[in-house]
DNA sequence: CACTATAACGCCACTCAGTGGCATAAACCT
DNA sequence: AGGTTTATGCCACTGAGTGGCGTTATAGTG
């Protein structure tokens, strides 16, 4: 949500979106320079000048808030896919687009940092990499609902073919996500593009790799 | 662990492997019945007659205990892939037949219905969903360790395909689990072992799968 | 510009998961 | 049997997350 998008809001809601970026932010940093588990939800509150009972109505868990980038980057992932045109392409490289399509339209403002935070964070937090994952596993079956919705293809309970691809997606972006986020040059939204369409490409190749003793 | 293999433990490791498996099935039992969140920590253990403190010194969780049993099936799989002969064979279908040889030594009594409880338990509780989700993935990254070791191939941040292969297995085998979960009809092993051979044989459609506007 | 309705917020008390410390008891070893 | 090691029980404590309710700020209306 940038500041543009945000003055056509009534008072209220951009009330409240300020409230949550400022929770992001702050949430991010503290986080980053402590510790997950170093900072408590009362010190989050108290830097963002918030009662923990509001902090609740805005997110639903401590590790919601730290995962809130990469949550935020699938809900407009879910947006994109309602709505693109599959050009007769097969679902991996329409995924793929779609992946790319909207990485290019995130914020241009410190969306990079806060990813990187996130992705950072989760590395080395089992509990907020759990939730993650969680969430990401919710967005991929809206995923399969819209799609199947869309296109013509068996249902899941006959054939798992959608199902699949989607999760090959899921888990090739996934990994270019870790290699960009452990770059030890600085991670731009460029170099994470290029990984993506690297890691989509090795896809096919994954199949048939063939296992030969050392 | 089997009452078989139990005998020729000493007494210590016995008694502590009795306790954890009195754990799983009470936990179970009591989960399915009242929900997860209807359960306490304090009520499991005064079932159990063990102190909250021994069942921390058991499970790192509430969750762990309910996500025991695919939890060692996981392990089984690790300890499988650790000698398996690949003969020839590409990545995909080792995989396979390590998972369908693991199903196969799981111990007969019982073993069934303690993992459908736990997918069950899982599919409608968030937070255990999203513990199983990051165990299955801390395990994906040990298989991913244990087969660059054993066979020639290049290490993961030159070549993404072994990684992107095991994130296939596991999401073939995922499906497989969450539709024999779901079955209406009393899901068994066979009907289980049936479903994995058909995710599998599925993924290499998947790639190619094209999307037709309805 | 009031005046009411409607959200959001702050505060307080509470439950429960999870941890650290230390005393106790059980199993192991010779 | 006697001393050592290792698991257990107990107690007090922290911190996440929730329910209830009174208060404040925004929205909508005459």
Redesign the pocket.
């Given at each position: 949500m940038t500041e543009d998008e945000l003055r056509d809001l009534?008072?209220?809601e951009r009330?409240?979106a300020r409230?949550r970026q400022a929770l992001i932010d702050t949430a991010l940093e503290l986080f980053t320079e402590r510790g997950f588990d170093g900072v408590?939800?009362?010190e989050l509150c108290d830097a963002v000048?918030?009662?923990?009972?509001?902090f609740?109505?805005t997110f639903?868990?401590?590790?919601d808030v730290a995962g809130a980038p990469t949550h935020d980057l699938w809900i407009a992932f879910l947006d994109d896919i309602e709505s693109r045109d599959p050009s007769g392409a097969a679902i991996l490289p329409f995924l793929c687009d779609a992946l790319l399509s909207v990485i290019d339209r995130m914020p241009a403002e410190g969306w990079t940092r806060r990813v990187l935070l996130n992705l950072r964070l989760a590395d080395k937090t089992p509990s907020l990499d759990a939730h993650c994952r969680y969430l990401c596993d919710l967005i991929t079956r809206t995923a399969l609902d819209i799609l199947s919705r869309r296109f013509d293809v068996p249902p899941e309970r006959d054939d798992p073919r959608l199902r699949l691809a989607l999760d090959m997606a899921v888990a090739a972006f996934h990994h270019a996500l870790e290699g960009w986020a452990a770059d030890p040059a600085e991670p731009t939204r460029a170099s994470l593009t290029a990984r993506i369409r690297d890691t989509f490409a090795a896809v096919p190749g994954a199949l048939t790799l063939p296992l030969t003793p050392r």
């Amino acid at each position: 949500m940038t500041e543009d998008e945000l003055r056509d809001l009534p008072l209220r809601e951009r009330k409240k979106a300020r409230t949550r970026q400022a929770l992001i932010d702050t949430a991010l940093e503290l986080f980053t320079e402590r510790g997950f588990d170093g900072v408590t939800l009362d010190e989050l509150c108290d830097a963002v000048e918030i009662s923990k009972r509001t902090f609740f109505r805005t997110f639903t868990s401590k590790e919601d808030v730290a995962g809130a980038p990469t949550h935020d980057l699938w809900i407009a992932f879910l947006d994109d896919i309602e709505s693109r045109d599959p050009s007769g392409a097969a679902i991996l490289p329409f995924l793929c687009d779609a992946l790319l399509s909207v990485i290019d339209r995130m914020p241009a403002e410190g969306w990079t940092r806060r990813v990187l935070l996130n992705l950072r964070l989760a590395d080395k937090t089992p509990s907020l990499d759990a939730h993650c994952r969680y969430l990401c596993d919710l967005i991929t079956r809206t995923a399969l609902d819209i799609l199947s919705r869309r296109f013509d293809v068996p249902p899941e309970r006959d054939d798992p073919r959608l199902r699949l691809a989607l999760d090959m997606a899921v888990a090739a972006f996934h990994h270019a996500l870790e290699g960009w986020a452990a770059d030890p040059a600085e991670p731009t939204r460029a170099s994470l593009t290029a990984r993506i369409r690297d890691t989509f490409a090795a896809v096919p190749g994954a199949l048939t790799l063939p296992l030969t003793p050392r």
